[in-house]
C-alpha cells in the first residue's frame, strides 16, 4: 500500500511541477503576477524534478537559466539515487 502512495505522489509532483512551468510562461507572456523561482524549485526538489524540467522544455521557459538547464536534471538524478539507495538491500 505505501508503494501504491509513493508512485501517486511521484506522478501528482511531475504533474504539478509541469503545470507551475507552462503557467508561469503563461503569466510571463502576459505580463502578470509570476511564480517564484525558489517555488519552482521547491517543487522539483519535493520530487517534480522531471515534471519541471519537461514542462521547462516544453513550453521553452526558463532554457536560458543555466541554474535551471543544469539544476533540475541534476535534482532529478540525485531524486534518483536515492531511489535507488533507498531500494537496495542493506
Not at 502576459?30 to 520530487?47: D, H, K, N, P, Q
Amino acid at each position: 500500500m505505501l508503494e501504491n502512495i509513493g508512485i501517486a505522489y511521484a506522478v501528482i509532483i511531475n504533474i504539478i511541477g509541469f503545470t507551475l512551468m507552462g503557467v508561469d510562461k503563461k503569466r510571463a507572456i502576459r505580463g502578470a503576477y509570476r511564480i517564484s523561482e525558489a517555488s519552482l524549485f521547491m517543487v522539483a526538489i519535493l520530487g517534480g524534478a522531471l515534471g519541471a524540467t519537461l514542462g521547462m522544455h516544453h513550453f521553452r521557459h526558463k532554457t536560458r537559466h543555466w541554474y535551471f538547464r543544469l539544476g533540475l536534471p541534476f535534482i532529478f538524478l540525485v531524486e534518483i539515487a536515492i531511489l535507488i539507495y533507498l531500494n537496495s538491500p542493506l
